[in-house]
């Protein structure tokens, strides 16, 4: 695992008090990176089944990437009632994923570049694929 402390120190100056969670997972392992108190006392009953889940789909990013045929997938964002997540990969089963409040006030697209840039270092501590 790479370091993170530049991206957490990023994640806490674009995002304030809209920042949810930020977890790193590469297999089964899965590190919580920084989380708000209330978001991480209240959604600790969640973690094995969102672990579950980074690790199911991280399995399923090449094949996703076969079917549509447009090269690799970066990044993803999913908008749910309570949170907006985006993940980023690195290797299949590999990545980071970021979680804000829904309503944060940001250009999404440009966010999501940004955390991509300042994760690319990270990145390359884990080749692709």
């Not at 997540?85 to 940004?114: C, K």
Request: aromatic share 10%.
């Amino acid at each position: 695992m790479g370091n993170f402390d530049g991206f957490i120190s990023f994640l806490e100056t674009e995002l304030g008090d809209q920042l949810r969670i930020a977890r790193y997972h590469h297999d089964e392992t899965h590190h919580l990176l920084i989380a708000r108190r209330d978001v991480r006392d209240s959604r600790a009953e969640y973690v094995p089944k969102i672990s579950s889940y980074l690790t199911e789909s991280g399995e399923q990013t090449i094949s996703v990437e076969d079917t549509f045929g447009l090269g690799a997938v970066h990044w993803s964002v999913a908008r749910f009632d309570d949170a907006l997540i985006l993940r980023f990969y690195f290797q299949e089963n590999t990545g980071v994923t970021v979680s804000m409040e829904p309503d944060a006030d940001l250009d999404l697209l440009a966010f999501a570049e940004r955390c991509a840039d300042e994760l690319e270092p990270i990145e390359t501590l884990s080749p692709r694929f």
